[in-house]
């Protein structure tokens, strides 16, 4: 039977479609943003039991709830150091950050620089939709200067993160920006970060049509989808520092960091660590390996003890 026929769909592997249809509002871009992580998943053959998902609060939050794998749907802003803690506890599985904007630049802020910092091996999906949506419309720490929020009804007066050009410079391996109109090259992005060993970061630009672009005359969605398509540059090796968002003014997307083998923060451990380890007795390394394994334990019955596994129902 093909699969047009079917009532299969191609990404029911990694979804759990027991729980849709989704919360999202019509017009919203995080369909398409997860649609891209999925397909992204499933062109390099990422086998869900050997991966962890990890979303903060918020719109983009939820998505953890979607996902047929372990699925973490943790408090808000500490998507990053609950990553952290399952990679440091299972360093064989691929971990993978899908959180938003407010989330993981304004509560989560702290966290993200310094996972970059570190070049920590996670894969980091930043949904900006320059607002915080769910919570009511507020201002966010991207949202364009100008741009009208319920807390900002004059038009927004401070200067909104360059995403890009801030994880770039702290330390990250691969930062790439694109919007859910370039879905194609949405995709490969994603497909490449998921790839690439140490830390990665993918800005998905989205439309939050309920909050966001009804107040800054984008009336619908298409009109959200044009103002993408109207100012999104794409160019070969951006200057981070060129990452600026300026509302109605060009702004650019693309790869703006791919370091080759940048060492991660597993490396410099292994590094300074494995002359005494090799030179010493089989005993010891036994006895080492022993004390490794239950710390690993601590911090993975740790993380199990405090989150809400399988992503559950913590925010209806
Ligand atoms: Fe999407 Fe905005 Fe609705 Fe949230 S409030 S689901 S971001 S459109």
Same mark, same amino acid.
């Given at each position: ?44 053959g ?6 962890v998902?990890?979303?903060?609060i ?92 319920t ?24 930062? %790439? #920006? +694109?919007?859910?109109? /370039?879905v !194609? =090259? @949405? *995709? ?7 790839l ?89 390394? %036994? #006895? +080492?390996?022993?004390? /490794?394994? !239950? =710390? @690993? *334990? ?19």
């Amino acid at each position: 039977m093909s699969i047009i026929n079917s009532d299969k769909h191609p990404l029911d592997l990694y979804l759990r479609t027991e729980r849709l249809p989704h919360v999202w509002c019509p017009g919203c871009g995080l369909g398409i943003a997860l649609n891209a992580l999925l397909r992204a998943m499933q062109k390099i053959g990422m086998d869900p039991d050997k991966t962890v998902v990890v979303s903060g609060i918020g719109c983009t939050g939820r998505a953890a709830g979607y996902l047929k794998m372990d699925s973490f749907h943790t408090t808000h802003g500490r998507a990053i150091p609950f990553a952290l803690g399952i990679k440091a506890a299972r360093p064989d599985l691929n971990v993978i950050v899908f959180s938003g904007d407010g989330d993981l630049f304004s509560i989560g802020g702290n966290h993200i620089i310094h996972a970059a910092r570190r070049n920590i091996d996670i894969t980091v999906i930043g949904v900006n939709n320059f607002i915080y949506g769910m919570t009511g419309g507020q201002l966010a720490p991207t949202t364009p200067e100008t741009s009208i929020t319920t807390t900002s009804p004059y038009g927004n007066l401070e200067s909104p993160f360059n995403m890009p050009g801030l994880l770039s410079t702290a330390g990250a391996s691969y930062v %790439a #920006r +694109w919007t859910v109109v /370039h879905v !194609r =090259r @949405l *995709e490969k992005g994603l497909e490449k970060a998921l790839l690439k060993r140490g830390f990665s970061f993918v800005e998905v630009m989205s439309p939050c049509p309920t909050a966001f672009g009804r107040r800054n005359g984008m009336k619908g969605i298409v009109d959200s989808m044009k103002y993408y398509e109207k100012y999104a540059v794409i160019k070969t090796d951006p200057n981070p520092l060129d990452g600026v968002i300026k509302p109605n003014e060009p702004f650019y997307i693309g790869e703006f960091m791919d370091a080759e083998d940048e060492p991660t923060f597993d490396d410099k451990l292994w590094e300074l660590t494995k002359k005494d380890f090799l030179e010493s007795s089989q005993a010891d390394r %036994a #006895r +080492w390996i022993m004390e /490794h394994r !239950r =710390r @690993l *334990e601590t911090i993975a019955n740790l993380i199990a003890g405090d989150s809400t596994h399988e992503g559950g129902d913590v925010h209806e």
